[in-house]
């Protein structure tokens, strides 16, 4: 990993991006801090998490159609989910995730710490199971993802 740790700068950064709830560019924080090397096990997901929390590309139309799948289905019917709410969720799982990272002096967590976190509060703010969370299925694609990419470097 490139990096496992905020400077005492780009921690500044992400505290006052945290505070305006801008969460794209707290992301971005973060991916540039790492350099933006996928050697990091969560780069993806902070990758994935700014354009879903932003609206844009693919891991959002993921997620949101998940979502949607999901609702249809008859999941989470009694709360009613829409777009609103997904947003919701999402702007708490950034305020969670990030807020760790500040709490614990820009620490970056593992891969496991995020997608347990992101799971959790999108699981009890929006009152479904965890396999109605798309987030969920998202961890397994990318447990799948890292050993392909450790298959492909020969060392799994």
């Known amino acids: 990993m490139s990096v496992s740790k905020l400077t005492d700068t780009q921690l500044q950064e992400l505290i006052t991006h ?3 709830k801008n969460y794209r560019d707290a992301y971005q924080v973060i991916l540039d801090a790492t350099g933006n090397d996928e050697s990091y096990e969560a780069w993806t997901w902070f990758d994935n998490a700014q354009a879903i929390n932003s609206g844009i ?3 959002d139309e993921f997620i949101t159609g998940y979502m949607d799948a999901a609702t249809w289905l008859g999941f989470g019917a009694d709360n009613d989910l829409n777009a609103d ?3 919701q969720a999402s702007d708490l799982i950034a305020q969670s995730v990030l807020t760790n990272i500040v709490l614990n002096d820009g620490q970056l967590p593992s891969f496991q710490e995020i997608i347990d976190r992101d799971a959790a509060v999108a699981i ?3 009152g479904i199971e965890p396999l109605e969370w798309g987030g969920t299925l998202g961890q397994y694609f990318f447990s ?3 050993q392909r990419r450790q298959i492909q470097l020969g060392s799994g």
């Open 18 to 20: 945290l505070e305006n």
């Open 57 to 59: 590309g693919p891991a």
């Open 85 to 87: 709410l997904y947003q």
């Open 124 to 126: 009890d703010f929006l």
């Open 144 to 146: 799948l993802m890292t």
